[in-house]
């Protein structure tokens, strides 16, 4: 696949639990993701130099066009993690997003890869649930618009919801699997920017 082809989104938690560092006396996790984001940015503008679009999210959510890595800080330097975890309106939006362009013929020819950075279980489950099924039915092909899950810190009740987006939509009305999840202990030794890049890769 040509990495050129494709747009990328990428959509990151801000809620009030970005704020706990994952060792004692280590970075938190939003420091994690800053960084994992100014990798991430570096290397989309080598294929796509128009930048990629970011969104931050807790009970409302920020959206951000053509992000290089240059301005990656900035952005990080008007946010802080405060509030909830409402995934379901920033998905619907991104996903919106996507169709919009498809259907004004300005999506690439691979489609989109749509990456969410989460440590949260979201405030309305049902609703993340209906916006995935609700967009796999407005696709035309399998992999035309996918979701990169990529989940921070250890909440096993978040594993457990995340993975059922993965493994289980398509019992339930899904047209598609657009859904991948990475846990933390499924990183390994990975940083956050190497999942990232190998989601992009895949």
């Not at 099924?133 to 921070?152: G, P, Y």
């Not at 933390?184 to 895949?202: P, R, S």
């Amino acid at each position: 696949m040509n990495l050129s082809d494709r747009d990328y989104t990428l959509i990151i938690d801000k809620s009030g639990s970005m704020s706990t560092p994952d060792q004692p006396g280590g970075r938190t996790r939003w420091q994690e993701v800053q960084e994992s984001t100014l990798a991430l940015a570096r290397k989309c503008e080598q294929f796509d130099p128009d930048g990629i679009t970011v969104y931050l999210f807790s009970g409302r959510f920020k959206r951000y066009d053509n992000v290089t890595s240059s301005k990656v800080a900035q952005i990080f330097q008007e946010n802080d993690p405060m509030g909830t975890t409402n995934l379901a309106s920033v998905l619907q939006d991104a996903v919106n997003s996507y169709f919009r362009r498809r259907s004004a013929n300005e999506t690439k020819a691979e489609g989109e890869i749509i990456l969410v950075v989460t440590d949260g279980e979201p405030d309305d489950r049902k609703a993340v649930i209906e916006v995935i099924i609700n967009a796999t039915q407005q696709m035309n092909r399998d992999e035309e618009l996918s979701i990169a899950i990529v989940q921070v810190g250890n909440d096993e009740s978040v594993t457990r919801f995340l993975k059922a987006l993965d493994d289980q939509l398509q019992g339930v009305g899904a047209k598609f699997d657009m859904v991948d999840v990475v846990t933390t202990d499924e990183m390994q030794d990975m940083t956050i920017a190497e999942v990232l890049e190998k989601a992009i890769m895949d």
